[in-house]
Structure formats: structure tokens, C-alpha cells
T-cell receptor
């Protein structure tokens, strides 16, 4: 069964600190992996999309990594800011007809001052 | 640039009432989607439209119908609302169907629907 598991479920860090969110998946055949940021009361916004051949991709202070062999991804946030407080959702896309996107449940990050 | 616009933002219904959620995108995208998001669960696909004139069921289509009115607009209808349909509904669009492409989905800000 295609699944996406994220950890931790929630995380609290101090402003200025770094953090890493994890995503493990069992999706086949793999097409790409996406990270979205969802602010409270808003829709998800795309941060990065990585294909099978990419193992690192950055978007400002956000850096995503992908290990297609172990089926793991991480999202590293550097020098966190209060505005980073949000839910971060890992989404894995499978190669097949239709829209085969499998969503994780998300990690809720709270950045405090 | 508005992106994906959903209306209404909030709605309260009584069991058995019907309602249509509206979604419009101004990015000239071919594909559009409806999701629901419930506490403790990932986004679940209700219906999608790969291109104008086509619609397909997603993971949780029961109790819903959709209409791809034109390239810009994709509506979701609840014919007889049930308390289990209390949720936040998100519309999204992408340049091409999201399954095998690396095109991002663009989401609206959701409709918060409560059914009493």
C-alpha cells in the first residue's frame, strides 16, 4: 500500500535554531517528492519538488534531501523565524494514470521567541 | 494575481441541505482538484479534472459531484449534506495532471464547512 509517514508529528523550537523534518514513503513506482508549507487557515504552498535523480534542493532557508534508495526525505530549516510556524506536508507522486499524489499528515512546527 | 479563489470561505449547513462550493483559477492551468482536510489526516482527493471536459473520482468521492464549467472553474456539489462531510475543502490547480509530472499544485485558501 502506498503510504507517506512524517515525523515528528509536532515540534517546538526557539527562533534562530535549525530543525529537520523527516518523511518516509512506500510509494511505487516513484515519480517525485514534494514539500508543502501550510500556514494556519491557508492552503498549502509548494516549497520544493524533487525527482528521482535529485538528492538536494533548496528554496531560501529550506533545504530538502531525497534518498530514493532508502525512500526517505528530509526538510531542513536553517535559522528559523517566527513565520516558519506552520504545518509541513510531504507528498509523494507515483507514475500512473491520473493524479497519484499521496499526502503525509504533516509536521506542525512552532517557532517561539 | 489571485491564483486559486474559493467561495465561500465559511459555511454552516443543516443535515440534508445541498450546497455548491466554487473554485476559479486564473493561471490558465489544465488540471483542477478538490480535496478535503480533516484533523489528524492528510489531504484526501475527492475529484479531479485532468483537462477541460473531463472529471474523475479520487479517493473519497461518495456524497459529492463536480462540474468543470470551463477551463477556469471547477465546482463541488454536496447534494444532501451529512455531518461526516464537515471538513475544510481545498481546491487546487496545476499546469498538467499532477500524477506523473513535476508541476506544482497551487491551492486556494479553503472553504470551512460545518454540517449540523
Amino acid at each position: 500500500k502506498n503510504q507517506v509517514e512524517q515525523s515528528p508529528q509536532s515540534l517546538i523550537i526557539l527562533e534562530g535554531k535549525n530543525c529537520t523534518l523527516q518523511c518516509n514513503y512506500t510509494v511505487s513506482p516513484f515519480s517525485n517528492l514534494r514539500w508543502y508549507k501550510q500556514d494556519t487557515g491557508r492552503g498549502p504552498v509548494s516549497l520544493t519538488i524533487m525527482t528521482f535523480s535529485e538528492n538536494t534542493k533548496s528554496n531560501g532557508r529550506y533545504t530538502a534531501t531525497l534518498d530514493a534508495d532508502t525512500k526517505q526525505s528530509s526538510l531542513h530549516i536553517t535559522a528559523s523565524q517566527l513565520s516558519d510556524s506552520a504545518s509541513y506536508i510531504c507528498v509523494v507522486s507515483a507514475w500512473q494514470a491520473g493524479t497519484a499524489l499521496i499526502f503525509g499528515k504533516g509536521t506542525t512546527l512552532s517557532v517561539s521567541s | 494575481n489571485a491564483g486559486v479563489t474559493q467561495t465561500p470561505k465559511f459555511q454552516v449547513l443543516k443535515t440534508g441541505q445541498s450546497m455548491t462550493l466554487q473554485c476559479a483559477q486564473d493561471m490558465n492551468h489544465n488540471s483542477m482538484y478538490w480535496y478535503r482536510q480533516d484533523p489528524g489526516m492528510g489531504l484526501r482527493l475527492i475529484y479531479y479534472s485532468a483537462s477541460e471536459g473531463t472529471t474523475d473520482k479520487g479517493e473519497v468521492p461518495n456524497g459529492y459531484n463536480v462540474s468543470r464549467l470551463n477551463k477556469r472553474e471547477f465546482s463541488l456539489r454536496l447534494e444532501s449534506a451529512a455531518p461526516s462531510q464537515t471538513s475544510v475543502y481545498f481546491c487546487a490547480s496545476s499546469e498538467s495532471i499532477a500524477g506523473g509530472s513535476d508541476q506544482p499544485q497551487h491551492f486556494g485558501d479553503g472553504t470551512r464547512l460545518s454540517i449540523l
